[in-house]
């Protein structure tokens, strides 16, 4: 079953194409600051997703390996892209929050969990990768510290 969501607007709608039943968090500096608190992301493949209102949409190359979108009239952050070379490049991770039903949506994974801070816990037993540990996952270094 797709997956619907939008922005708080409406401008912007996305849809997700395949059974989708994941969903991840991330704890990266960017994304809460961005989001205003931790980001949900649900990731689908470049031909795995359709948008609406892409005229609404404001682009921002947040990093070396992606870009973040958000409606230019509401301001809903709405998905990261990724953006470097290879097998994942045009992946987009979708904020969960502009969901219109989560659904049986189950957290299978959280990344950047070093940077997550202490104010919060997920439940459950996941894979938790540090920024490093994600960062090779996708081919990419850490920046140096």
Same mark, same amino acid.
């Given at each position: ?10 401008? $912007? ?13 991330? %704890? ?6 961005? @989001?205003?608190? $931790? ?12 948008? @609406? #209102?892409? +005229?609404?949409? @404001? ?15 509401? #301001?809903?952050? *709405? ?9 994942? %490049? ?5 904020? !969960? ?7 049986? *949506?189950? $957290? $299978?994974? +959280? ?7 202490? !104010? ?9 990768? @540090?920024?490093?540990?994600? *960062?090779?996952?996708?081919?990419? +270094?850490?920046?140096?510290?």
């Amino acid at each position: 079953m797709a997956l619907k969501g939008k922005c708080a607007c409406g401008a $912007v709608g996305f849809e997700i194409l395949k059974d989708q039943k994941e969903v991840g968090p991330c %704890h990266c500096d960017i994304c809460r600051a961005w @989001t205003g608190g $931790v980001f949900f992301g649900i990731q689908a493949g470049a031909d795995e997703a359709r948008l @609406t #209102g892409e +005229e609404h949409l @404001t682009i921002w190359k947040s990093s070396d390996w992606a870009e973040r979108a958000f409606c230019s009239k509401c #301001g809903s952050s *709405l998905f990261y892209r990724l953006t470097m070379p290879g097998p994942a %490049h045009g992946e987009y991770h979708f904020a !969960a929050g502009g969901l219109e039903d989560w659904g049986d *949506l189950k $957290v $299978v994974g +959280e990344i950047y969990v070093d940077k997550k801070p202490d !104010a919060y816990e997920f439940a459950g037993d996941h894979p938790r990768l @540090t920024e490093a540990e994600f *960062l090779a996952s996708i081919g990419m +270094e850490a920046p140096p510290s």
